[in-house]
């Protein structure tokens, strides 16, 4: 495999854009696999070692987009001028269709007739009309007719030359009929000018609100970048020094203070401390560490200072591979196909064809005057056709259910993921703030059996275990303290205290010399404990359950166990989804023996423990590759890959920013029983969008033949213009209350 190149590519509006972009790279000599990115607006290319970009940008240039190169790992820099450019588009042409309906539309409403026409002749109205519309199509819509001519130009007709055709024969009718009304048959020179500037009107904002949705592309990328230091401390004969991270080398030994992110992968040399992981391994517990343990880029260095041996630098750190898995996934994700793009690339082809036949036919076989006749037939078909029912079929579903979904703490970051989400057969979940609180928390304080009182003393005991925590920032002392404060206990201050990285802490409270930690912590404070006390903390392990000792004044006092407790939801959560027919499985970075206990209590049965970050993401590509529909749920920064490379990534609102960030739907509230919800809206959603289309598609079809005058010969019935666009209009209108049933 060669080197990736990305570019920015300017200009793709449809599934049949990235598919005519993908095609011209692959052609280029030298590319060895391509995949666009339609939401970002990107092209990830593997090349050969001597191939540039510049070739490839000329090829996309020569098919009408703009291509250029640019760094994987930079943000967007052009998303927010284009999404500014798109609502002022939009603005625009809102603001300008809205006088025209007014204009149009009042005349025909009753008594307002003879005020209209008081103020102004019919024909001045009509020619407002043509102002008013010319004014959307030539400042607002242009950019549709330029797309429609780059179709054109690549023989792929698809949704801006349905718009082009509808708007611009609209206009033309409507323009012929107010210069030259003698050259149609009577009755027949009407205006439709509202229809070509509400058609242009409403596919710029569904634009515009598609772009709000797809904007924040890059965000998960950026985050990553975020938590890599640019800087390290190297240690030298002369001592540390401040260095900036491309000029540490592998082998060099760089200082980690307590607090500070660690910068490179390698290997503890020098130290003793604790490190959270969180970001790799969900796992909110820090992880111990000692000379010989590794520690990863991007981590955060607890207590204790550390020495590191480096041995991964760059590219080539976790978090650097995390990055490109995010990259990755999201380019090669396959696009989910509109049903509109695929249904128009038959359609519009079709309706031209009819259009042009039926204008032929009637040309030769009409009496004279046989061209009005002819051409009134012809654009009939084009406004019957017109795209505006088709055009809101999907936006308008979409942007129903995701108002709904959002009352209910559903952020679907994109249309295209009601659709996916509709599709899953099979759900992969994290454990770690996905199925449980995400947090330590101290779920039993056990008094030593040999102690005096022992049942008695549970709340003394963990008022000196608090105490004893309270500067703590440690997670375990953290749960210990709000523990204690959940039960109202007052904390006297320690009057002394030291933290043993990786073991625990020494203190003295109230007079008492206290012990709190670890069993070999124990054991180097000189406590002893029994069998039975050790026994005690081996069942809670069992249970999922990290036990800690507390020893006062050299004697063993309590056993103290933490767990991540599972959200009440949890269990119901899996219950539902395993009625609506969904396969559940926990892939986790936690242990075999946590994990399995919490799958057991939450009734998942298939489990895969210990997994990082790239084994999270093969495990769905696994899964993917039997041919099941795979979504994945997660909430932590190493949650981002599995999440980019599921159909459709579920992020847990009140996780990481990266993970919200690279998931396709978000749940703001964290809540378990917002999966199933958000599944069932999205099926919901997806019929609708099926119902929308076999009524505009069909409604459409099933009146092109009478628009043609196929009925005329044998029964006298032709479509007049002005009913075909009250047809179309019609049609729009049952999308749309078809669509608001989504809101119920």
Excluded at 278 to 306: D, F, Q
Excluded at 350 to 377: H, K, S
Excluded at 710 to 728: E, H, K, R
């Amino acid at each position: 495999m060669g080197r990736v190149l990305t570019l920015k590519i300017d200009g793709m509006t449809c599934a049949g854009c990235v598919s005519r972009v993908e095609r011209t790279i692959a052609a280029v000599p030298g590319v060895e696999t391509v995949a666009v990115n339609l939401a970002s607006g990107r092209a990830r290319a593997e090349v050969g070692e001597n191939v540039t970009g510049g070739p490839i940008a000329a090829a996309v240039g020569d098919i009408g987009y703009g291509a250029h190169v640019v760094d994987a790992t930079r943000a967007d820099e052009g998303m927010a001028a284009e999404m500014a450019m798109l609502g002022r588009r939009a603005a625009l042409a809102l603001a300008l269709a809205a006088p025209l309906v007014v204009v149009a539309m009042g005349r025909h409403v009753g008594g307002l007739r003879e005020l209209y026409l008081g103020l102004l002749a019919e024909r001045q109205w009509v020619a407002l009309e043509a102002v008013l519309a010319t004014l959307v199509l030539v400042l607002a819509g242009r950019v549709l007719f330029a797309e429609a001519a780059r179709e054109a130009r690549a023989l792929a007709p698809g949704m801006s030359t349905l718009v082009a055709l509808g708007a611009g024969s609209a206009w033309l009718y409507s323009s012929l009929a107010l210069a030259a009304p003698g050259l149609f048959p009577p009755g027949a020179a009407v205006s439709y000018y509202e229809a070509s500037g509400v058609i242009v009107a409403l596919i710029l904002l569904g634009r515009w609100l598609e772009a709000r949705a797809r904007g924040r592309a890059g965000a998960a990328v950026r985050a990553l970048l975020h938590l890599a230091p640019r800087r390290a401390w190297r240690r030298t004969p002369a001592g540390e020094v401040d260095v900036d991270l491309d000029d540490i080398v592998i082998g060099d030994e760089v200082l980690v203070r307590p607090g500070e992110r660690v910068s490179v992968d390698g290997v503890v040399i020098e130290g003793d401390g604790t490190v959270d992981e969180a970001m790799l391994t969900g796992e909110p517990i820090p992880a111990s560490k000692s000379p010989g343990a590794r520690v990863h880029a991007g981590t955060i260095n607890g207590t204790g200072a550390l020495v590191v041996r480096v041995d991964r630098v760059g590219a080539e750190t976790t978090l650097a591979r995390i990055i490109e898995m995010v990259e990755a996934a999201q380019a090669e994700k396959p696009p989910i196909q509109r049903l509109a793009e695929r249904i128009a690339a038959v359609f519009t082809p079709l309706v031209l064809l009819t259009a042009a036949a039926t204008f032929i036919v009637w040309l030769v076989l009409a009496p004279a005057p046989a061209l009005p006749f002819a051409f009134t037939t012809a654009v009939s078909v084009l406004l019957i056709a017109c795209p505006c029912a088709m055009g809101l079929a999907t936006p308008t579903a979409i942007m129903v259910a995701t108002g709904r979904a959002a009352r209910d703490g559903l952020l679907f970051r994109q249309g295209g993921a009601l659709e996916a989400l509709a599709r899953i057969d099979t759900l992969v979940m994290d454990k770690t703030g996905t199925l449980t609180e995400g947090r330590p928390e101290l779920v039993e304080l056990l008094p030593d059996a040999g102690r005096a009182g022992a049942e008695g003393d549970s709340d003394a005991l963990l008022r000196l275990a608090a105490a004893a925590e309270r500067r703590s920032e440690h997670a375990i002392g953290q749960a210990i303290v709000r523990a204690a404060e959940a039960r109202g206990l007052a904390l006297p201050e320690p009057e002394a205290s030291r933290t043993v990285p990786g073991r625990g802490i020494r203190a003295t409270v109230d007079g008492h010399d206290i012990a709190l930690g670890t069993a070999r912590h124990m054991a180097e404070s000189g406590v002893a404990l029994s069998q039975a006390t050790r026994a005690r903390a081996e069942a809670l392990a069992a249970q999922g359950r990290s036990s800690f000792h507390l020893a006062v004044d050299g004697q063993p006092a309590a056993i103290l166990a933490v767990a991540d407790p599972e959200k009440p939801g949890a269990a119901p959560a899996v219950a539902e989804l395993r009625a609506l027919g969904i396969d559940v499985w926990m892939v986790t970075g936690d242990g075999e023996e946590t994990a399995r206990v919490v799958a057991d209590r939450v009734g998942i049965a298939p489990v895969v423990a210990g997994a990082l970050p790239a084994e999270k993401a093969k495990e769905v590509q696994r899964l993917a590759a039997l041919d099941r529909r795979v979504g994945f749920v997660g909430d932590g920064i190493n949650d981002a890959p599995a999440l980019a490379e599921a159909e459709v990534g579920l992020a847990i609102g009140t996780g990481a920013d990266v993970a919200i960030e690279a998931g396709d739907v978000v749940l703001a509230s964290g809540e378990p029983l917002a999966i199933p919800a958000a599944i069932r809206l999205a099926r919901r959603t997806l019929r609708t969008i099926r119902q929308n289309f076999l009524w505009a598609y069909g409604y459409n079809v099933a009146l092109i033949p009478l628009a043609a005058g196929v009925f005329y010969p044998a029964f006298g019935l032709l479509l007049n213009p002005m009913l075909a666009a009250g047809a179309m209009s019609l049609s729009s209108l049952l999308v749309v209350l078809n669509s608001l049933r989504l809101a119920r």
